[in-house]
């Protein structure tokens, strides 16, 4: 059925990237929800109307949490969605049925365990009968065990401390706290204090990352529009590469900093193209049994070890690479 349904799409995506007078005149409507991080790719689409321009109807509607934004998933307010791993994870716990179809940016980069200056920790074995603050049931949270865990540190040799996000950094420059684990913004913020990062996510073999989700129920009743969103996107990957200077200006106001800071926040994280989510050597590929797969599946299982989610996830039901490779295959025809 895709292959056929590819070929009608190409009516839509001529040489030249635009679409048909007659498509045009046609939008399909599609209501995305999305949060303020740094969602280059996102940003992109969005502040140049590319979605628009290949034919699709978009409608934005932000969130500041994940449960309204799960509420709106389970009423079917929203067809797509952006959310961090964690989010997605606890999402799909309470029975959301989404797929990831796409993942803009390898997050893992960008968080990390930043300390005082005057801590003495210069290496992670350091961080024995420290105070470290971080937030429970994140991506940072599994970063920081397993940060731990590559010392040989268990979280018994270190003082947790769960911090509410926007409590770490005035208890990181009060001293209350000797490090913490977390994300941009919050690391930068820590930095203008004399905070350093010692280490990344990615460097204790964590690929937490942002991903694109979108509604089971709508993709099968609009696969043609799940093709003109990852045209879009393949858009937006060629505008950001060209000039990303509208990208970091979004993230600088999203996240309430410099358009300085945001260019650095943004230049940490990789973007990740189509071509690499479909190729199965990939640490973050899509296809089945692939690297999103298994990170996935790992924080889900976390999650619940900590309580935080109370059923387990089958992370090969969420992850759905099918998308991207009938697009490529009818970008090339």
């Given at each position: 059925?895709?292959?056929?349904?590819?070929?009608i799409?190409?009516?839509?995506?001529?040489?030249?990237?635009?679409?048909?007078?007659?498509?045009?005149?046609?939008?399909?409507?599609?209501?995305?929800?999305?949060?303020?991080?740094?969602?280059?790719?996102?940003?992109?689409?969005?502040?140049?109307?590319?979605?628009?321009?290949?034919?699709?109807?978009?409608?934005?509607?932000?969130?500041?949490?994940?449960?309204?934004?799960?509420?709106?998933?389970?009423?079917?307010?929203?067809?797509?969605?952006?959310?961090?791993?964690?989010?997605?994870?606890?999402?799909?716990s309470?029975?959301?049925?989404?797929?990831n179809?796409?993942?803009?940016?390898?997050?893992?980069?960008?968080?990390?365990?930043?300390?005082?200056?005057?801590?003495?920790i210069?290496?992670l074995?350091?961080?024995?009968?420290?105070?470290?603050?971080?937030?429970?049931?994140?991506?940072?949270?599994l970063?920081?065990?397993?940060?731990l865990?590559?010392?040989?540190?268990?979280?018994?040799?270190?003082?947790?401390?769960?911090?509410?996000?926007?409590?770490?950094?005035?208890?990181?420059?009060?001293?209350?706290?000797?490090?913490?684990?977390?994300?941009?913004?919050?690391?930068?913020?820590?930095?203008?204090?004399?905070?350093?990062?010692?280490?990344?996510?990615?460097?204790?073999?964590?690929?937490?990352?942002?991903?694109?989700?979108?509604?089971?129920?709508?993709?099968?009743?609009?696969?043609?529009?799940?093709?003109?969103?990852?045209?879009?996107?393949?858009?937006?990957?060629?505008?950001?590469?060209?000039?990303?200077?509208?990208?970091?200006?979004?993230?600088?106001?999203?996240?309430?900093?410099?358009?300085a800071?945001?260019?650095?926040?943004?230049?940490?994280?990789?973007?990740?193209?189509?071509?690499?989510?479909?190729?199965?050597?990939?640490?973050?590929?899509?296809?089945?049994?692939?690297?999103?797969?298994?990170?996935i599946?790992?924080?889900?299982?976390?999650?619940?070890?900590?309580?935080?989610?109370?059923?387990?996830?089958?992370?090969?039901?969420?992850?759905?690479?099918?998308?991207?490779?009938?697009?490529?295959?009818?970008?090339?025809?």
């Amino acid at each position: 059925m895709y292959r056929y349904l590819g070929l009608i799409v190409m009516i839509v995506l001529v040489a030249a990237g635009g679409v048909s007078q007659a498509w045009a005149q046609q939008p399909i409507p599609v209501r995305v929800a999305w949060q303020p991080y740094n969602a280059v790719i996102f940003y992109t689409a969005r502040d140049h109307k590319l979605f628009e321009r290949v034919g699709l109807q978009p409608q934005y509607t932000r969130f500041t949490a994940g449960p309204p934004q799960f509420a709106a998933f389970r009423s079917e307010s929203v067809d797509v969605g952006l959310f961090g791993t964690a989010g997605m994870v606890v999402g799909a716990s309470q029975e959301l049925d989404y797929k990831n179809f796409y993942i803009q940016i390898a997050s893992c980069y960008a968080d990390g365990l930043v300390v005082r200056p005057e801590s003495g920790i210069t290496r992670l074995q350091d961080l024995r009968g420290k105070k470290i603050a971080f937030v429970r049931g994140t991506s940072a949270h599994l970063g920081l065990i397993k940060a731990l865990q590559s010392a040989g540190l268990t979280p018994n040799d270190v003082t947790m401390i769960h911090t509410d996000l926007t409590a770490m950094a005035p208890a990181f420059a009060n001293r209350d706290v000797d490090a913490a684990y977390s994300w941009e913004p919050w690391i930068s913020r820590m930095q203008e204090v004399g905070g350093r990062v010692i280490v990344r996510s990615n460097q204790v073999g964590l690929n937490t990352s942002d991903h694109w989700v979108v509604r089971t129920a709508w993709a099968q009743k609009n696969p043609q529009g799940v093709l003109l969103l990852l045209r879009g996107v393949d858009l937006a990957l060629e505008e950001f590469k060209r000039n990303p200077a509208v990208a970091v200006k979004a993230t600088a106001e999203s996240l309430g900093v410099s358009e300085a800071t945001a260019k650095k926040i943004i230049e940490i994280n990789p973007v990740l193209s189509l071509e690499q989510l479909t190729d199965p050597k990939f640490d973050l590929s899509l296809l089945p049994g692939g690297g999103a797969q298994r990170m996935i599946q790992e924080v889900g299982d976390f999650l619940l070890q900590q309580g935080v989610i109370k059923t387990r996830i089958d992370a090969s039901k969420i992850v759905e690479g099918s998308y991207i490779q009938e697009y490529l295959r009818t970008k090339q025809r």
